[in-house]
């Protein structure tokens, strides 16, 4: 049982920092950002294979509001993955050039959409996990700044006109660590909005 935990937070973490890695293709170049892409997506794989249960359960009891939610940002989650990972294929230059499929500007467009998605709801998805109360007050300071600056984040990034369909292309950082930072602040945003919704609803079943 230890050694499934330790695999899973090795897991987590390790997709976390790539999803991260994966917007700053101007600095790591197309081909390392295939060739991280298929790393990632087998991370994800291998997340799935571990929570196995959770999707056979998805059939089994009744649903309330909560479950749903959950329910609904796992799935999401799942479907833009596997977008990413179709829309990548279609138009990979190196790791799957030998297919020489040269996708479209739709599939351009839909890894970006697909990949926006993806962040926002890991984002949620960490959300669902937070603890209801952090610790200390410094703590849900630091928290509520960072998420603040999620909003700015979201508006440098254009994330509506990605999560919308609208653009082709990433906005420009100066920097992989400004990009990281900018995505991380965004991917947090979504995450104290769920956890602030989730709590909603869990108070209002409680009433």
């Known amino acids: 049982m230890r050694m499934k935990k330790t695999a899973q937070i090795t897991v987590d973490a390790l997709m976390s920092v790539l999803l991260l890695v994966m917007f700053a293709v101007p600095w790591t170049g ?3 950002h295939e060739r991280l892409g298929v790393i990632l997506f087998v991370l994800f794989a291998v997340h799935n294979a571990i929570h196995f249960r959770w999707y056979a359960s998805l059939f089994r009891g009744p649903y309330n509001a909560y479950r749903t939610v959950w329910a609904g940002i796992n799935i999401g989650l799942l479907a833009a993955m596997l977008a990413v990972a179709l829309s990548g294929v279609m138009i990979s230059q190196h ?23 993806g962040l926002i709801l890991t984002g949620a998805h960490i959300g669902l996990h937070l603890p209801q109360r952090p610790q200390g007050t410094p703590v849900k300071i630091l ?38 930072i900018q995505h991380l602040g965004a991917a947090w945003l ?18």
């Open 143 to 180: 928290c509520l700044l960072f998420g603040a600056y999620g909003l700015y984040a979201c508006a440098a990034l254009h994330i509506w006109n990605k999560l919308l369909f609208l653009e082709t292309f990433s906005a420009y950082a100066p920097s992989a660590a400004a990009s990281a």
């Open 190 to 207: 979504f995450a104290l909005l769920t956890r602030g919704f989730c709590l909603k609803i869990r108070q209002n079943r409680i009433r």
């Open 30 to 32: 197309v081909l390392r």
């Open 95 to 117: 790791v799957f050039g030998f297919l020489e499929i040269n996708g479209s500007l739709f599939w351009r467009r839909l890894h970006l959409c697909a990949s926006y998605w």
